[in-house]
Structures are given as structure tokens and as C-alpha cells.
């Protein structure tokens, strides 16, 4: 079985305890979105500020008119400073999008970090929208544009809080693979984890499938799991191939004795 | 062996909760300072996290705990392992008057060569319009530098100041952003190798050569003095020092410190560029104020050489400034 794991760029942290994990670099079209996000944000507070030095030019239009001008400008550069420095490597953008920027090495994110990265903002702008920064970015191993390099940081994704559905995991029906406990054994230590870890999620997905799918894609995890650990030819013929990977499945997580 | 995930998860998801609570008000507050029994504690749960992270990615797991634990551990890692000196309270006085001119000195040799590159500029300017005066369009794409000089020193004259009556503010405001736009991008074009900040260097030297051969040429010297110097005094100096952050990003990159790597120079000069941003960008504020409410009144309002007097006189203690102050506190604390 051909497993397609994820080829997005990997920033990859090992602690002093010898532990090493990875993060997941955020693409440029979630940065983009984000940026987008951030431009509304902007726009939107400049908006607000207009309106109020629109009161203030009552009393003196040019004062008015400069007050603007400087505020707009503080807003359009401070913003992703102030936004990133108070939520920890997020602005509103990146919020929403589950973004973050972190320092390159794993550590705290530093204020001046934080000020390279956004004033160097001008030269990955060039010649336009964002494409020198995008190509650099695009080319970096860590998905980084000019400003990021020179400040050493990195934006990753931060993962949704999981919700593993264990209820799918539970024994409702009786599995025949309990019949034969060194086979159960044997499967738990031929298959690999990505390939439990795949076959958990067709479990958990299964009602999200076309039917044709669905069983196309049971058939071939079924299969492989045949390939690995030949149990009775009884047992296949009782059962269908998702009932299979659904017994497998449950021999694999659950241990004997927790079972038991 | 596989792990029984399901009773894994029972058991140890307290812990990711409780860290995963400590870790957001650590991070919602960048200036919380934990006391003993929170970093203890802090600790613990990491140890505690960084064990299941390392147990889960062992054994046959669901992808998304692992990108959740992993996550989590990336966070508290960056809290407990921070071994980089907390900067210290922000202190407006003593980072005006000790660290942006001594930053400025550390690194001289990137503003002489900010300094040589606009005069080379300059003279570049003033050669090509010597040489052909009909390049002036060119030189300076300008529409209020494209007459003769002494007309428009006739025409501001009789106009007294009153073409920017009503408006001075607006135009401060105008000039204080461009200019720190202006600087901000001399400073990011570093990142070319320096190359962009050499370009606008040279650039920024041959509109001036240029404008100043035009008005002397038509012997208005006076005037181009009295009109640049009050806030050219400051502006121009700014630009360099926007060129000298410049430069010394690029020295980073090329490498001129050869024992470090590209990340640890990069890292040992952030500081001494946050310094040059905040030091450049406070004097162009300065400078747009002086250009929008001084610089552009003329005789008779204003005698040429009171304006001639003031510029001198800002521009020698900008030098003072930036060359001597801080000096002796610091000499005085290297002994300590």
C-alpha cells in the first residue's frame, strides 16, 4: 500500500530531552489569505480613524488631515507589530487561519524579531503583491520570505485541537480475530503505525464516502492487512472486508488486557 | 507493542488541558511573570507532555494527537528553554541618549560608506547636469524643480509662505511618512546583499547634486541653503543612517563575521537595527515638523541667515549627538 503522506514543508525542533517534532510550515496560500484578512483589519480601523479626525476637521481641517495621514501610516506599519507582539506571533489574520510565527530555533518570539520581520516588509514586496517575498518563500526550506530569514522566524500552522472519536472504536459486535490471540498479536506487530493510523481514519470517515468508495478503499486496506497476517479462511468469508479492517482496527489499539 | 490510545488519551489529557491553560495566559500577557509554584509546575506538565509526545510517536497513533502534542510541546519549549537575556524596561531617555548613538558608532564604517555613496551621487548629479543641462527633466522628475530656480525663488518670496497656509500639518504628516518610507525601504534593501541600498543612496545623492548645481548655477545659493539646510540638516543624515542599518543587514548576510553563521550574525546586529529603525524614524518626525513649519518660509519673513544659522546649528549638534553622547557614561560603566 502506497501511503501519501503530507509533502508540506516541516520546520523540525529537537528539545535537549532528545525529543524531536515537527511543525507544520504554513503554505503561502493560507499566508496570503491571511495577509488579506490582515489588509481588511486595516482598512477597517483606518476607516474608523477617518471618521473620527472627520469630527476633529470641524474644528481645524489641516490638523484634521495630518492626524490622518500619520495615524494611518502608524496603523498600516504598527499593526502587524502590536498584533503579533500582544498575541504572541499573531495578528488578526493569522488568528483566524490558525497561524502563528515562531522563532526559527523553537524559542520565545522576541520584540525585535517581531519589528525586523514586519519593517522588512518593503523589499518582499517588490516588484508587487508580494512576489519577491512569495518566491523566496516558495524556494526556503521553512517557507520563509526575506523578513523571516532576517529575523530568524517562521510562520507554522497550529493544529485543531483533536477530537478523537473513540466511541468508533468500541467493540459493539463480536470480533472473530479474538478467536485466534497470536494472530491478533502478530498483526499488532506487522503493522505499521501510519498504516493503523490510515486505516483509524476510513473507519471514522466511512459515512463521509460515496459507496463505491467506500468499498473500493476497504478492499484494498482489507487486503493489505491480508497480505500481513493470514487469519482463517473462515473468517473472510464470514465477514466483509470493512468488518475487517474494523475488527483489525480494534485489535490493533486495544490492548488484551484493557479489553479483558 | 501498540499503544492503547484510547486510555492513553483518558489518562493524560488533563495534563495537555492544564498546560495548554498555563500556556495562553503566558501567552496573553508578554509581560507575566510566573511565580516559583507556576514554573514548577509549568515544568512538570511539560516534562510530563514531551514524555507522552515521545511515547505517542513511537507507538501507532492518530496523526492529529501527535500535530496537537507536538504543538503543545513547541509552545512550552519556547517558555522553559528561553535562555536569551530579557530586554531590558524600555527607558526612552537612556535609549536616546546611550544606545542609538552608540549603536550608530559600533558601526561607523557602514555610514561612511552610506555617506560616500550619496556624495558620490551628488557629484554624479551636478557632472551630468554640468555636462548637459538638458538633462534636468531627467535628473529631476520633479514638477517643483523643473523651472528656472530663480523663479521660483521670486515666486516664494512674493508668496510670503501663504501656499502651505492651512495645510502645514497635512504636509508634515505627508513628509514624516514618506521619509521613514523612504528609509525604511533604503534599510530593507539590505537584504539584497546591500545592492538596493547602494542604488538608493546614489539615487537620493544625484537628485541632490543635481537640484544644488541647478540653483547655484543660477545663483541662488542662498536660498537653496536657507530652504535645505534646516531640515536637509537632519533629513539627509536620517536617510544615511536608514543606509547604514542597510548595510550592516548586509554585512550580516555576506558574512564579514566569519566565526558565526548566518543565523547567529543575524541575530547578534537585530538589536543594533531595531536601535538605527527607532533612531532614524524619530528624527525624520523631527525633520517633517521643521520642513512643513520653517523650512518653507523665505525672506522677508524669515532672513536666509537666521534659516543658514538654525540648519548649521542642528546639524552640528545632530554630529555631537551621534558622535559624542554617551560616550563617557559608557567608558564610566566599563570600568565598573
Known amino acids: 500500500m502506497i501511503l501519501n503522506l503530507s509533502t508540506r514543508k516541516a520546520l523540525q525542533i529537537q528539545t535537549p530531552e532528545g525529543v524531536i517534532f515537527n511543525l507544520t510550515v504554513a503554505g503561502l496560500y493560507t499566508r496570503f489569505l491571511a495577509w488579506a484578512v490582515d489588509g481588511a483589519a486595516i482598512a477597517t480601523v483606518s476607516t474608523v480613524i477617518g471618521m473620527l479626525t472627520a469630527f476633529l476637521a470641524v474644528l481645524s481641517p489641516d490638523f484634521a488631515k495630518g492626524l490622518f495621514v500619520i495615524s494611518y501610516f502608524v496603523i498600516s506599519v504598527g499593526y502587524g507589530i502590536f498584533t503579533e507582539w500582544r498575541w504572541r506571533g499573531q495578528s488578526w489574520g493569522k488568528r483566524i487561519l490558525r497561524l502563528r510565527v515562531i522563532d526559527a530555533s523553537g524559542l520565545k518570539l522576541q520584540l525585535s524579531q517581531i519589528i525586523i520581520r514586519n519593517l522588512l516588509r518593503p523589499v518582499d514586496l517588490l516588484p508587487g503583491l508580494y512576489f519577491l517575498g512569495g518566491l523566496v518563500s516558495y524556494l526556503s526550506m521553512r517557507g520563509q520570505r526575506l523578513g523571516d530569514l ?13 477530537a478523537l472519536n473513540t466511541q468508533a472504536l468500541k467493540e459493539s459486535k463480536y470480533n472473530s480475530f479474538r478467536e485466534y490471540p497470536h494472530l491478533e498479536a502478530r498483526l499488532r506487530q506487522r503493522v505499521k503505525p501510519t498504516e493503523a493510523s490510515l486505516a483509524l481514519d476510513a473507519i471514522l470517515r466511512r459515512d463521509e464516502m460515496e459507496p463505491e468508495a467506500r468499498v473500493e478503499l476497504f478492499r484494498r486496506i ?3 492487512f491480508r497480505s500481513l497476517v493470514k487469519f482463517d479462511e473462515k473468517v473472510n468469508e464470514m465477514i466483509t472486508d470493512e468488518q475487517y479492517v474494523r475488527n483489525a482496527i480494534a485489535s490493533i489499539y486495544r490492548q488484551k488486557n484493557v479489553r479483558d | 507493542m501498540i499503544l492503547d490510545l484510547q486510555q492513553f488519551i483518558v489518562q493524560e489529557r488533563p495534563s495537555w488541558d492544564e498546560l495548554e491553560v498555563l500556556l495562553k495566559k503566558i501567552e496573553d500577557d508578554p509581560n507575566l511573570r510566573l511565580n516559583l509554584d507556576q514554573v514548577r509546575r509549568l515544568h512538570y506538565l511539560y516534562d510530563r507532555t514531551t514524555s507522552d509526545l515521545f511515547r505517542i510517536s513511537t507507538f501507532a497513533s492518530s496523526p492529529e494527537i501527535l500535530n496537537y502534542l507536538e504543538s503543545l510541546v513547541a509552545r512550552a519549549y519556547g517558555e522553559i528553554h528561553e535562555t536569551r537575556a530579557p530586554r531590558r524596561r524600555f527607558l ?13 558608532r559600533r558601526h561607523i564604517r557602514a555610514f561612511w560608506l552610506s555617506l560616500g555613496l550619496t556624495l558620490l551621487g551628488a557629484a554624479f548629479g551636478a557632472g551630468m547636469l554640468y555636462i548637459n543641462p538638458d538633462a534636468k527633466e531627467t535628473l529631476l522628475p520633479f514638477s517643483h524643480l523643473a523651472g528656472k530656480p530663480s523663479e521660483r525663488v521670486a515666486e516664494e518670496q512674493e508668496n510670503m509662505g ?24 533604503t534599510l530593507a534593501m539590505g537584504m539584497t546583499y546591500g545592492m538596493g541600498t547602494v542604488v538608493v543612496l546614489f539615487y537620493n545623492g544625484v537628485i541632490l547634486g543635481a537640484v544644488s548645481l541647478d540653483y547655484i548655477q543660477d545663483h541662488q545659493t542662498r536660498f537653496l541653503v536657507g530652504w535645505l539646510l534646516p531640515h536637509g540638516s537632519v533629513e539627509i543624515p536620517s536617510v544615511m543612517i536608514a543606509g547604514q542599518a542597510g548595510f550592516v543587514l548586509a554585512g550580516a548576510l555576506i558574512g564579514s563575521r566569519k566565526r558565526l553563521n548566518l543565523f547567529e550574525r543575524l541575530a547578534a546586529i537585530r538589536n543594533d537595527l531595531v536601535t538605527l529603525i527607532g533612531g532614524f524614524c524619530l528624527l525624520l518626525v523631527w525633520a517633517g515638523i521643521v520642513e512643513a513649519f520653517f523650512s518653507q518660509y523665505h525672506e522677508p519673513i524669515i532672513p536666509y541667515n537666521v534659516k543658514i544659522g538654525f540648519g548649521a546649528l542642528q546639524l552640528v549638534l545632530l554630529f555631537s549627538y551621534l558622535g559624542f553622547s554617551g560616550r563617557k557614561i559608557k567608558s564610566e560603566s566599563s570600568r565598573a
Open chain 2, 162 to 185: 501663504k501656499r502651505l497656509e492651512g495645510r502645514k500639518a497635512g504636509f508634515a504628516g505627508f513628509l514624516m511618512t514618506h521619509n521613514i518610507q523612504v528609509s525604511l525601504m
Open chain 2, 92 to 104: 526612552f531617555l537612556r535609549w536616546f541618549t546611550r544606545e542609538v548613538p552608540q549603536t550608530f
Open chain 1, 222 to 224: 482489507a487486503d493489505h
Open chain 1, 150 to 162: 532576517a529575523a530568524n522566524t517562521v510562520v507554522i500552522r497550529i493544529p485543531e485541537t483533536f
